[in-house]
Nanobody, 124 residues
Framework: QVQLVESGGGLVQAGGSLRLSCAASGRTFSSSAMGWFRQAPGKEREFVGYISGRGIYIYSADSVKGRFTISRDNAKNTMYLQMNSLKPEDTAVYYC?????????????????WGQGTQVTVSS
């Protein structure tokens, strides 16, 4: 079993930055690909990006490419999402997810464990 806990969400003005963290426990962290997803009110859950188990392969959605950066520190069992140049349309609950296996995927059903989510609100 894997437990995931997100933190770092909050309210920020457009153009600002936030860094989300996802702390994992219960499994060898480096063997698990990790992903970030988000869900805005009334919308389906949306893929944000993923990072492979060793952090070599990183993929981001076009909507956040160039603004968001995914990283991980396997020594701390933690994944990060650095969000810069935030826009009101980035407002959502952000979820981290872990996958059994080292390679990431854009499809949410491929992930086995999920955090509880953290709210990010970007004001205009």
């Amino acid at each position: 079993q894997v437990q995931l806990v997100e933190s770092g969400g909050g309210l920020v003005q457009a153009g600002g930055s936030l860094r989300l963290s996802c702390a994992a426990s219960g499994r060898t962290f480096s063997s698990s690909a990790m992903g970030w997803f988000r869900q805005a009110p009334g919308k389906e859950r949306e893929f944000v990006g993923y990072i492979s188990g060793r952090g070599i392969y990183i993929y981001s959605a076009d909507s956040v490419k160039g603004r968001f950066t995914i990283s991980r520190d396997n020594a701390k069992n933690t994944m990060y999402l650095q969000m810069n140049s935030l826009k009101p349309e980035d407002t959502a609950v952000y979820y981290c997810a872990a996958k059994n296996g080292p390679y990431g995927d854009r499809r949410d059903h491929e992930y086995d464990y999920w955090g509880q989510g953290t709210q990010v609100t970007v004001s205009s």
